[in-house]
């Protein structure tokens, strides 16, 4: 997911320094303006969080329901990035 907002950032013409940059940026450039739902950012925003839990604070192995879920919000995450990139690109 994190990578997908990156490529939408870039072509943008924005680049973040931060990882909580590029959460914003997907925020403000993308999401206020309805270029993409919102629920988007909601599954964008839980994704980095269990990331960091998982990274720097011990976190409770997901069950596999919850691994399916995580899954499947991140599939469709990135087919809408995908999606709104070709979008962009057949009208240039």
Do not use: C
Not at 9 to 20: D, M
Not at 45 to 66: G, K
């Amino acid at each position: 997911m994190f990578y997908a907002v990156l490529a939408l950032l870039q072509r943008a013409g924005k680049v973040p320094s931060k990882h909580t940059g590029v959460i914003g940026l997907f925020d403000s450039e993308f999401v206020r303006k309805g270029l993409l739902p919102r629920d988007l950012s909601r599954d964008f925003l839980r994704a980095f969080d269990a990331r960091q839990a998982a990274d720097y604070r011990f976190a409770d192995p997901l069950e596999p329901a919850e691994a399916r879920e995580a899954w499947e919000k991140a599939s469709r995450f990135v087919e809408a990035i995908a999606a709104h990139l070709l979008r962009r690109n057949a009208k240039a």
